[in-house]
């Protein structure tokens, strides 16, 4: 709506060029019309809804870019946030773990009974089956395929002409460019100085390289002394293909006009049309007819095999017997909450295994595709429902962890009462770590509620001490033994960064803001309560 309102408009050649730019639709760094038709097909967009969609986009883009291009950080706000960022703290630890006051721990007798009462769905597994199941595969009925030679060499004879390499010549050119639609003059002049080029030639047969490097204007090839590698019919333009397939090897042309311009071209190789020998290709050609006669073979008996596990239900034997598959089995497999192996880590596999017919009636599940040419069935032969385990069989576990947790507040409380001491100047027998620098953008080993901490306490007389709770292990007390202000140094490149990160920041609150200016102007209204249910 502010686009319209705005008048903004994206154009057919704005459009155009935009798509054209886009690397998924290029082939050889160019836009290709088949490829992007191909893309939008296979993700199932018509293409009037695809450039509908681009041009919202870069609409969408014009509003955004002004504000966000717009946006100018003051030089104290800057400066003020980066050397808090950058400022750096000595800090020593000493660390009160868990561990050391796990001797101190006294539970009471219920102890692990309540909490076991208290939290029965923590000690729930889930139902359990055990199954088996088998695999039709494509792949390895390939392997199971035995071709004789004379069976691939009729093949090959049948598939000769694939086999075929067309005549192939290597040149190099010695180019002087002038458009196919120049004026008479520049291409007279462009001629004069081929011609005047060729005449060096004729003088110096043998400094072809030397004379490509010196005045041919194709400095890609011109590098490499005009040499343009094999290449085949078809590859080249016809002017030149024509002249270059007339020639012997070791010949050089005369002048050859293009649509590039005049070249001089000289052939140096010649490879005439071949056809691969058997021999060559037999291993391929083998690989090839038993994937052609598997996908056969499978596609034949994929249909065979779902109508079976399903005629057929209460057994796996038949399609085992038929098509002389193992008949595989599993231990056992949770209904949630754990990876498990292939190739019941296919979800719909998985799934169907819990199915009301095949948990409770002992039925085959349907064939299901895993993956790319492999069925699998597969029936249930053990189930376990869910349940919550027994308190005998959890109670050592509660028990390690009531104690746990309990000496971690052991520490934690411990941990308080030396901070305090600290704090009123009472000493305090620790054994420091050795002080290190930290600081609020790299520093990964302390926690963020540590850190926080940590910059957040007062500076203004050293040490200080500061605390915080170690997750799952205990306390740790921090000294903060000295502080390093930034030293600002423009060629830092961690500076530049940071400044960098800021100028982005205010960019995204800019725009937010003038997004949040959009909803109240256009009444947009969003039904938390439909987002929150979904």
Same mark, same amino acid.
């Given at each position: 709506?502010?686009?319209?309102?705005?008048?903004?408009?994206?154009?057919?050649?704005?459009?155009?060029?935009?798509?054209?730019?886009?690397?998924?639709?290029?082939?050889?760094?160019?836009?290709?019309?088949?490829?992007?038709?191909?893309?939008?097909?296979?993700?199932?967009?018509?293409?009037?809804?695809?450039?509908?969609?681009?041009?919202?986009?870069?609409?969408?883009?014009?509003?955004?870019?002004?504000?966000?291009?717009?946006?100018?950080?003051?030089?104290?706000?800057?400066?003020?946030?980066?050397?808090?960022?950058?400022?750096?703290?000595?800090?020593?630890?000493?660390? @009160?773990?868990?561990?050391?006051?796990? $001797?101190?721990? +006294? &539970?009471?007798?219920?102890?692990? *009974?309540?909490? #076991? %009462? /208290?939290?029965?769905?923590?000690?729930?597994?889930?139902?359990?089956?055990?199954?088996?199941?088998?695999? @039709?595969?494509?792949?390895?009925?390939? $392997?199971?395929? +035995? &071709?004789?030679?004379?069976?691939? *060499?009729?093949? #090959? %004879? /049948?598939?000769?002409?694939?086999?075929?390499?067309?005549?192939?010549?290597?040149?190099?050119?010695?180019?002087?460019?002038?458009?196919?639609?120049?004026?008479?003059?520049?291409?007279?002049?462009?001629?004069?100085?081929?011609?005047?080029?060729?005449?060096?030639?004729?003088?110096?047969?043998?400094?072809?390289?030397?004379?490509?490097?010196?005045?041919?204007?194709?400095?890609?090839?011109?590098?490499?002394?005009?040499?343009?590698?094999?290449?085949?019919?078809?590859?080249?333009?016809?002017?030149?293909?024509?002249?270059?397939?007339?020639?012997?090897?070791?010949?050089?042309?005369?002048?050859?006009?293009?649509?590039?311009?005049?070249?001089?071209?000289?052939?140096?190789?010649?490879?005439?049309?071949?056809?691969?020998?058997?021999?060559?290709?037999?291993?391929?050609?083998?690989?090839?007819?038993?994937?052609?006669?598997?996908?056969?073979?499978?596609?034949?008996?994929?249909?065979?095999?779902?109508?079976?596990?399903?005629?057929?239900?209460?057994?796996?034997?038949?399609?085992?017997?038929?098509?002389?598959?193992?008949?595989?089995?599993?231990?056992?497999?949770?209904?949630?909450?754990?990876?498990?192996?292939?190739?019941?880590?296919?979800?719909?596999?998985?799934?169907?295994?819990?199915?009301?017919?095949?948990?409770?009636?002992?039925?085959?599940?349907?064939?299901?595709?895993?993956?790319?040419?492999?069925?699998?069935?597969?029936?249930?032969?053990?189930?376990?429902?869910?349940?919550?385990?027994?308190?005998?069989?959890?109670?050592?576990?509660?028990?390690?962890?009531?104690?746990?947790?309990?000496?971690?507040?052991?520490?934690?409380?411990?941990?308080?009462?030396?901070?305090?001491?600290?704090?009123?100047?009472?000493?305090?027998?620790?054994?420091?770590?050795?002080?290190?620098?930290?600081?609020?953008?790299?520093?990964?080993?302390?926690?963020?509620?540590?850190?926080?901490?940590?910059?957040?306490?007062?500076?203004?007389?050293?040490?200080?001490?500061?605390?915080?709770?170690?997750?799952?292990?205990?306390?740790?007390?921090?000294?903060?033994?000295?502080?390093?202000?930034?030293?600002?140094?423009?060629?830092?490149?961690?500076?530049?960064?940071?400044?960098?990160?800021?100028?982005?920041?205010?960019?995204?609150?800019?725009?937010?803001?003038?997004?949040?200016?959009?909803?109240?102007?256009?009444?947009?209204?969003?039904?938390?309560?439909?987002?929150?249910?979904?």
């Amino acid at each position: 709506q502010q686009g319209r309102d705005s008048r903004l408009t994206v154009s057919h050649g704005e459009l155009a060029s935009h798509i054209a730019g886009i690397p998924v639709f290029q082939e050889d760094g160019k836009f290709s019309k088949p490829r992007y038709d191909a893309v939008l097909s296979a993700q199932g967009m018509r293409q009037d809804v695809f450039e509908s969609r681009m041009r919202q986009d870069m609409l969408t883009q014009q509003l955004i870019f002004p504000v966000v291009a717009g946006s100018i950080p003051g030089n104290v706000s800057s400066r003020q946030w980066l050397h808090a960022q950058m400022e750096q703290r000595e800090v020593s630890e000493a660390r @009160l773990m868990a561990a050391d006051y796990l $001797a101190r721990v +006294v &539970l009471p007798a219920d102890a692990a *009974k309540k909490y #076991y %009462d /208290a939290n029965l769905k923590k000690f729930e597994l889930p139902a359990q089956v055990r199954a088996e199941f088998v695999v @039709l595969s494509r792949d390895a009925m390939s $392997a199971a395929t +035995v &071709l004789g030679d004379a069976e691939i *060499k009729a093949a #090959y %004879d /049948a598939r000769i002409d694939r086999y075929k390499e067309a005549e192939r010549r290597r040149a190099s050119h010695i180019l002087i460019a002038v458009a196919k639609d120049a004026p008479e003059a520049e291409v007279k002049k462009a001629k004069d100085a081929a011609e005047e080029v060729l005449a060096k030639l004729k003088q110096r047969p043998d400094d072809f390289a030397t004379l490509a490097k010196q005045y041919s204007q194709d400095t890609a090839s011109g590098q490499q002394g005009g040499d343009l590698g094999w290449f085949s019919r078809g590859t080249m333009v016809k002017s030149f293909e024509d002249a270059a397939f007339q020639m012997k090897e070791g010949q050089t042309s005369g002048l050859v006009r293009s649509d590039f311009g005049f070249h001089i071209i000289q052939v140096t190789g010649v490879q005439p049309e071949r056809v691969k020998p058997f021999a060559e290709v037999r291993d391929l050609l083998a690989d090839e007819l038993k994937q052609e006669a598997s996908a056969k073979k499978f596609a034949e008996a994929a249909e065979a095999f779902g109508n079976m596990v399903y005629e057929q239900g209460d057994s796996l034997a038949p399609v085992a017997d038929r098509w002389k598959l193992p008949v595989q089995r599993t231990d056992w497999l949770p209904q949630q909450g754990a990876k498990l192996p292939p190739p019941f880590d296919n979800p719909k596999l998985a799934a169907a295994l819990f199915n009301a017919d095949v948990l409770n009636e002992k039925q085959n599940t349907e064939a299901i595709e895993v993956a790319p040419g492999v069925l699998v069935s597969a029936r249930v032969v053990e189930h376990k429902p869910a349940a919550v385990q027994e308190f005998s069989q959890v109670k050592a576990m509660i028990e390690k962890y009531l104690v746990q947790q309990e000496a971690v507040q052991l520490a934690t409380t411990d941990g308080e009462a030396k901070l305090a001491q600290l704090l009123k100047g009472e000493a305090v027998e620790f054994k420091w770590s050795p002080s290190r620098p930290v600081n609020r953008t790299l520093t990964q080993d302390v926690p963020p509620a540590s850190l926080r901490a940590i910059f957040g306490a007062k500076a203004d007389r050293l040490p200080a001490y500061v605390g915080g709770i170690f997750p799952g292990n205990g306390y740790v007390i921090y000294r903060i033994d000295a502080i390093k202000p930034l030293v600002e140094n423009q060629a830092d490149s961690m500076m530049q960064a940071m400044e960098e990160r800021y100028r982005q920041v205010i960019a995204e609150e800019e725009a937010l803001a003038w997004m949040a200016t959009l909803k109240g102007k256009f009444a947009v209204k969003v039904n938390e309560a439909a987002l929150e249910k979904r």
